[in-house]
């Protein structure tokens, strides 16, 4: 079974900038739609950014400006660039990949998560 590998968290200082990275864990056919979430203890998982139908972008309101999603298609890795980061900003981060398997199937998959801290 596929699954998504995030990496890139780690401790930042205020204002300053993190890329996060996604890619499945074997091989694929193609990434059909690709998703940001993060989530803080005793909160629920909530949605930064993602792909949705007909390429598109979305971003959740407290992070528009700042964040980007992008992807490399040929690499089938999703990214998530992070600047002016806030203590606000302080979760795990977990990809979410709907794609085509070798195979055909359509799946999807969850990461393991990667947690960004933003503290001076």
């Known amino acids: 079974q596929v699954q998504a590998v995030e990496s890139g968290g780690g401790l930042v200082q205020p204002g300053g900038s993190l890329r996060l990275s996604c890619a499945p864990s074997g091989s694929i056919f193609s990434i059909n739609a690709a998703n940001w979430y993060r989530q803080v203890p005793g909160k629920e998982r909530e949605l930064v950014a993602g792909y949705i139908s007909g390429g598109k972008t979305v971003y959740a309101d407290s992070v528009k400006g700042r964040f980007t999603i992008s992807r490399d298609n040929v690499k089938s890795t999703v990214f998530l660039q992070m600047n002016n980061l806030k203590p606000e900003d302080t979760a795990t981060y977990y990809c979410?990949?709907?794609?085509?398997?070798?195979?055909?199937?359509?799946?999807?998959?969850w990461g393991q998560g990667t947690l960004v801290t933003v503290s001076s």
């Open positions: 979410h990949l709907n794609y085509y398997s070798d195979h055909g199937e359509a799946l999807s998959t």
